[in-house]
């Protein structure tokens, strides 16, 4: 298995994103970096080649602009639990929050009625990517991500004004009171 501690991201070959066409056919873990060499996105194939030609990523990484998609090559039976060190690792503001975690959140598991959020919804109302949401908010990628896709995680006081400031919505635009399941 990769140390990501001593792994040299900037020693990696790689691509600018536009052209992906070109990637590598072989199996391997790729690195969305943008032009400040952050880690924007983490992913893994068999056939990059074949990933890169629809990924549900691109429009994200095409708005960053200036990305370059490095890539290690790993056999195929490694993939999936590199992908996730380095994931858990790096911590790319792209990458789905809670891949590693249970598929049931312990937290609400129980509840017969609560709170969510509704970031996700108000993103896609707004007509604006998760990436162009962060930026125009001042929030960070990682919690509008981590927002948009965990509902049962509740926003910040600070998250609530930027997110009211901003785009003058109510607190009823952000999260929703849901009632207790009357047909259990």
């Not at 708005?63 to 090559?73: P, Q, T, W």
Request: proline share 7%.
């Amino acid at each position: 298995m990769i140390n990501p501690e001593s792994l040299n991201i900037e020693s990696l070959p790689w691509l600018p994103l536009e052209a992906r066409s070109a990637f590598p056919k072989q199996s391997a873990i790729y690195f969305a970096i943008d032009s400040q060499n952050n880690i924007q996105y983490i992913g893994r194939s068999v056939n990059p080649k074949n990933r890169w030609s629809g990924h549900h990523k691109f429009s994200d990484l095409q708005e960053i602009g200036n990305v370059r998609i490095a890539y290690l090559f790993v056999d195929t039976d490694l993939l999936e639990n590199t992908e996730a060190a380095l994931i858990s690792w790096f911590k790319p503001p792209l990458n789905l929050v809670g891949i590693n975690e249970p598929s049931e959140d312990k937290t609400t598991a129980n509840l017969k009625g609560g709170m969510k959020n509704k970031l996700g919804e108000l993103i896609q109302k707004l007509g604006v990517t998760p990436y162009r949401f962060a930026e125009q908010t001042g929030i960070s990628k990682n919690t509008v991500y981590l927002l948009k896709n965990k509902p049962s995680q509740f926003p910040s006081g600070e998250v609530f004004d930027r997110i009211i400031a901003r785009y003058n919505v109510t607190p009823n635009d952000i999260v929703e009171w849901y009632p207790e399941d009357k047909t259990t």
